[in-house]
């Protein structure tokens, strides 16, 4: 007897080619920036004019760390990326590890652990449907009648 499944033909290459990966809409803001002077500088004053680290390179005029984009502390690019990873529809509003997975697959500073920590608890989203995972308190116990 042969099922349903078995009767379907295998995957073709178009079908193939139609997976994707996410990418943040702030990428090419973020080229823009570090072609400008401003941008530049910050590269220029992070490295103190000295030749990069084996584990930097630079590339379409992006700062790279270990092949992750490396973002140093300026305007709101933290927020805004975590934002993109966590509150997209392929984000779903997830924890802090699904979170920090997708971030650190492509991204890289320094404080990127603390600032996903701090981003997720004030998610507006996440307050208003998800719940803390914690035991019951047990069971409720009326309290002692005064005299």
């Not at 090419?28 to 992070?46: A, D, V, Y």
């Not at 140093?72 to 802090?96: A, C, K, M, N």
């Amino acid at each position: 007897m042969v099922d349903a499944l078995s009767c379907q033909e295998p995957p073709t290459l178009l079908v193939l080619l139609a997976v994707s990966s996410p990418i943040p809409t702030i990428f090419k803001e973020l080229q823009q920036f570090f072609t400008t002077i401003e941008g530049t500088n910050l590269i220029r004053s992070f490295t103190n004019n000295q030749p990069l680290p084996n584990q930097f390179s630079t590339s379409q005029g992006l700062l790279f760390f270990r092949n992750r984009i490396f973002l140093l502390q300026v305007h709101d690019f933290h927020r805004r990326i975590i934002g993109e990873f966590h509150d997209s529809p392929t984000g779903g509003h997830s924890g802090l590890k699904p979170t920090m997975t997708k971030v650190v697959a492509s991204f890289y500073w320094l404080s990127m652990t603390r600032d996903t920590k701090e981003f997720i608890p004030h998610c507006s989203m996440c307050q208003q449907n998800k719940y803390l995972p914690k035991k019951p308190q047990g069971l409720i116990q009326p309290l002692p009648i005064p005299h």
